[in-house]
């Protein structure tokens, strides 16, 4: 099997990131974590570059040339593939075009409900009794695209934001390998 060269966009922590990299080592998992590309140069996940030898791009989205730069360095490193997994910045409609299909993210909360950020104090604050993420197509509304695949579980009433995330990332590391496993089973 000749696997997916990807590039994973992150911005934080990246306990996503470390997941996908060491599912990736499996050889029959279909895709290659080829390049990681970071708009935060404090982010937590920058250390797994080197750690595993996997080349980094940091870019500065403040940059007006941001879009252009990483959209040659995809073609450089001959990127077929994009997951964002944390990447805390919208994607540009020039990068969704160059990729369409192609890029997929993951959100913590049962899509379509709870689009945008500070998901978990939304969650509890509207009393929902199950969440969890979903793994979904990218294009050019918020959180909108194709679900491809999400995993859910039970509110107990001792939860709180800290509970919640805890859950969640558990379910995340678990849902975007099999998301991805999924996609090119069907392709
Ligand atoms: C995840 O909870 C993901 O759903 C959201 O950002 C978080 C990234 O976490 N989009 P990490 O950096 O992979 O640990």
Redesign the pocket.
């Given at each position: 099997m000749v696997k997916k060269k990807t590039c994973v966009f992150?911005s934080?922590?990246?306990?996503?990131?470390k997941n996908l990299i060491s599912y990736s080592r499996d050889k029959s998992f279909p895709i290659k974590i080829s390049l990681i590309i970071c708009n935060n140069n404090k982010a937590e996940?920058i250390k797994y570059a080197k750690r595993y030898n996997i080349p980094l791009i940091l870019v500065n989205t403040e940059n007006k040339n941001s879009d252009n730069k990483i959209l040659s360095q995809l073609k450089n490193y001959k990127i077929s593939f994009i997951c964002l997994?944390?990447y805390m910045k919208i994607i540009s409609n020039k990068i969704i075009k160059e990729f369409r299909n192609r890029i997929i993210n993951?959100?913590?909360s049962l899509l379509p409900k709870f689009k945008g950020l500070n998901t978990f104090s939304r969650v509890l604050k509207n009393k929902e009794i199950k969440s969890g993420?979903t793994v979904h197509y990218v294009n050019n509304k918020l959180d909108a695209g194709h679900i491809i695949y999400n995993k859910k579980f039970f509110l107990i009433p001792s939860d709180n934001e800290t509970t919640l995330k805890y859950k969640?990332?558990n379910l995340?590391h678990k849902a975007f390998p099999q998301a991805i496993i999924s996609i090119f089973r069907n392709r």
């Open positions: 992150i934080g922590k990246g306990s996503n990131l996940g997994a944390g993951i959100h913590p993420c969640t990332q995340e």
